[in-house]
């Protein structure tokens, strides 16, 4: 069997081979993902919109992502295991701990956190627990998704950020939708590995939301090139059922 590998590892990994992470949000799609040989599965708060049907990631509370951290704790042997701590629940540095204690209680090997709040991420290292960043557009507090950094003063504050958060410990750093060069000027500044999504190919590795890359549902957003029609193969499944089961009367039931 396979080690997953630690945080520790991961850090490492800068410079070398580049890093790939998926979102997972549930035991069958874990126990399929963990076997395509990733690096990092994230329980993203993402699971809010895309799994849950709800219109942001605030709707997800810590209890729910505890609940689906287990779910992909059970399918998951090889690949690293970070949940997301969800909206609210890291605004002291105590809270951020009790909060990331709920996650690894349930299974997670690491956190994540949006935006740079040293004080938060210094107080979980501390406790014992590894925590992964997250610069650029940050859907828990964002009004709107738009690309962010965008102004000079704009990029430099991200590009801060992401370096005291490396400072501080952080084993990756995820950035989320800037323009690629504000990506590759962080991954040079930064000792830890970058992690993209929809911020160009010059970070240390890519992250995409699984239902996105698997086609799980109709209209994924425009920088993903889905790999897969689930939707499609779960329709003309369902279809094939209703068909199989009513072309058999009752009639034609009974006689058998
Ligand atoms: O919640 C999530 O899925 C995320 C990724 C987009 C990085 O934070």
Redesign the pocket.
């Known amino acids: 069997m396979t080690t997953a590998p630690t945080a520790a590892d991961l850090r490492a990994r800068k410079g070398g081979a580049r890093l790939v992470m998926l979102?997972a949000y549930d035991y069958p799609t874990a126990l399929a993902l963990d076997a395509c040989g990733l690096d990092i599965l994230?329980v993203?708060?993402?699971?809010g919109e895309v799994e849950l049907g709800y219109d942001s990631?605030r709707a997800v509370s810590l209890e729910m992502m505890a609940h689906h951290v287990r779910a992909v704790r059970n399918g998951t042997t090889a690949t690293h295991v970070c949940g997301?701590l969800t909206a609210g629940t890291y605004r002291t540095p105590e809270e951020a701990v009790g909060s990331a204690r709920v996650l690894v209680e349930a299974g997670a090997d690491s956190v994540?956190l949006e935006g740079g709040l040293v004080a938060q991420v210094s107080a979980i290292i501390a406790d014992g627990i590894p925590v992964m960043g997250?610069v650029g557009l940050l859907?828990q507090t964002a009004a709107v998704y738009r690309r962010e950094g965008t102004t000079p003063e704009e990029a430099d504050r991200i590009a801060a950020e992401a370096r005291a958060l490396d400072e501080a410990g952080c084993f990756a750093v995820?950035i989320?939708a800037v323009p690629p060069a504000l990506a590759e000027r962080i991954t040079a500044e930064v000792s830890c590995p970058t992690i993209g999504?929809a911020a160009g190919s010059e970070c240390d590795g890519q992250?995409l939301?699984s239902t996105d890359l698997l086609g799980q549902l109709p209209n994924p957003p425009r920088f993903v090139a889905p790999k897969a029609d689930v939707h499609g193969i779960v329709v003309a499944a369902g279809r094939a059922f209703a068909d199989e089961v009513r072309g058999v009367t009752n009639a034609e039931r009974k006689a058998v």
Not at 44 to 47: A, H, I, K, P
């Open positions: 979102t994230l993203g708060d993402s699971l990631t997301d994540k997250h859907p995820v989320e999504i992250v939301v």
